[in-house]
């Protein structure tokens, strides 16, 4: 899924305080991009649907945060990467591990806490990572990884080697302290991060209506100096074209940059939430008008680039991944007490 990376003009900090930014129009996508981006948000799906299921089945402990409603970001964010690139992100992680290609055994069997899992079933739904991925965790503290992915943008710029920080975090971390000093730093020092808000408009479970005095969160960075601009995140053909924006102005040297991708989560903010802070109809709206994998698969229909029939042989491909990794997951043997004592530092 990665392309190469266009350069852009490089701008001055004076640039960049009143660059105007705005949305770009969505990406004109190709047949095989629009079935890529199909095959890959209904990997996501399906996965994360299966999560469910084994939790519910008690297979999965803890706690376990699906990303149902989110998968445009990741797909369109993905796209516009280059080998090298870096993710980190919360505890909303699965999606993002999928993006970046890490196996859906891995991910699942770390669900379950087997030893086949991507942190040897230590770290379970939160705390995965896979460096030869450039996936740098899931995070269980809210807004930690801010930080830490402000700091491989430092990494990066020290280095020279032209790549660049996707640092996502939700509507509720934008409030923490720790995000601020974050963009201060970055802004500074002009470090190649891109902060992605994505703003699924609840928190934990309390309305951004609520819980923010600044609804529009393309606009925290401007203390900073830090643009921002407010995407479709329900469009992963939206998603791309700010991907592609966002990366150029990062790789040109412009410093940081903020998406506000603009997003839904159907299901509760975590296993455990019934959800009841908002109706089944405002869900249900979002699911029949917004739905960003219905919004693919009726442009293929529509452009006569797949048949129903084709598309249900994706499904049920897709299905059968997720199942051998469920398999896989039930099956796989749990670490050995051993392991308790790997990977510390003492």
Known sequence: MATAARKAPAKSRSDSKSSGLSAPKPADFTKDEELAAYRHMLLIRRFEEKAGQLYGMGFIGGFCHLYIGQEAVVTGMKMALVDGDQMITAYRDHGHML????????????????????????????????????????????????????????????????????????????????????????????????????NNRYAMGTSVSRSSAETDFSHRGASFKIPGIQVDGMDVRAVKAAGDLATEWCRAGNGPLILEMQTYRYRGHSMSDPAKYRSKEEVQKMRSEHDPIEQVKARLLDKKWATEDELKTVDKEVRDIVADAAEFAQNDAEPDPSELWTDIVL
């Open 99 to 198: 993006a970046m290609e890490l196996s859906p055994r891995g991910v699942m069997a770390e669900l379950t806490g087997r030893r086949g899992g991507l942190s040897r079933g230590k770290g379970g739904s939160m705390h995965m990572f896979s460096k030869e991925k450039h996936f740098y965790g899931g995070h269980g503290i809210v807004g930690a990884q801010v930080s830490l992915g402000t700091g491989l943008a430092f990494a990066n710029r020290y280095r020279g080697n032209n790549n660049v920080s996707l640092t996502y975090f939700g509507d509720g971390a934008a409030n923490q302290g720790q995000v601020y000093e974050s963009f201060n730093m970055a802004s500074l020092w002009k470090l190649p991060v891109i902060y992605i808000i994505e």
